[in-house]
């Protein structure tokens, strides 16, 4: 099924994150990562000096690609991702994954992606390809 | 003055033998919960969504070869460097292909490519490695490229 093109400019909706205890505790399982920082709060204030337990930075990566897939259609592809981590995201934060039309050339649409805090500052910035069907 | 020796550039091209993993249907619903993944191809574990790949990739060691802080060993990769604070600097995924339960996947991860730079508060060394996914007929489903930042 063909599906529309977006406008360069155009955002994709957003997505607000609020990861708990449980969600931090079962991302670092599923991904076998047994790193303090995301579990063990007296580690982590008192260990690596954070005021918090850590969202991980790929955990918000994945929110990124999910605004993607939430917005693709099933025969879209994904053709390139990319993100980088920005500053450290602490349990209780609130988290807005972003998307907005960078690019369209033919049925490749280039995305600019963020994920912003409660204070509007970026933590994770990124770019994505998408080909419509 | 150039932080990077000889030595320390003579690790590009440096590779870890390839690992081979089969992808299961139950790992990858269990990834897609943990994310808030609402798709529900993921979440019926039909397909994998690209970042699952992330959580292949960390090594299965024995208690006691854990680190105080939780942490596997780093990379044997990551070369001695003159810069000790490792940061992570990101990820550049290009996508050739998608990834089903079942899917026999190998990964190549090799160091790819070290380089400085002068940083606000003095050098930063970047370091990139590719990790390299395969189907096992050697075609390329998702070629990874990882910088990490050494300061």
């Known amino acids: 099924m063909n599906m529309a093109i977006p406008e360069v400019g155009q955002a994709l909706p957003e997505r607000q994150y609020t990861p708990g205890t449980v969600q931090l505790f079962l991302y670092n399982a599923a991904i076998w990562n047994a790193h303090r920082i995301h579990y063990d709060l007296l580690y982590a204030q008192d260990g690596e000096g954070h005021p918090g337990l850590l969202v991980d930075g790929p955990l918000q990566g994945d929110w990124l690609t999910q605004l993607l897939y939430d917005w693709m259609g099933a025969d879209d592809l994904l053709l390139a991702f990319e993100y980088s981590n920005r500053r450290a995201a602490y349990l209780g934060d609130v988290l807005t994954a972003c998307a907005e039309v960078e690019a369209v050339e033919h049925r490749d649409i280039t995305f600019t992606l963020r994920i912003v805090n409660q204070h509007g500052q970026a933590t994770t910035v990124g770019r994505a390809t998408v080909r419509r069907a | ?151």
Do not use: W
Request: proline share 8%.
């Open chain 2, 1 to 151: 003055m150039s932080l990077l020796t000889e030595q320390i550039k003579g690790c590009i091209g440096l590779a870890l033998p390839p690992v081979r993993f089969e992808v299961s249907r139950n790992d990858i619903r269990k990834y897609a919960v943990a994310t808030g993944q609402r798709q529900a191809r993921f979440l019926a574990g039909d397909e994998a969504p690209l970042m699952f790949l992330f959580s292949v990739l960390m090594p299965v060691l024995p208690l006691d070869q854990l680190r105080e802080d939780g942490h596997c060993p780093d990379n044997p990769l990551l070369p001695e460097l003159p810069l000790k604070r490792i940061l992570a600097g990101g990820s550049r995924y290009q996508v050739h292909g998608r990834i089903y339960p079942g899917d026999v996947l190998v990964c190549r991860q090799s160091l790819v490519d070290i380089h400085e730079k002068q940083g606000s508060d003095g050098p930063l060394i970047f370091l990139v490695f590719e990790n390299r996914f395969e189907n096992e007929a050697g075609e390329p489903l998702v070629i990874e490229h990882l910088t990490r930042i050494a300061r």
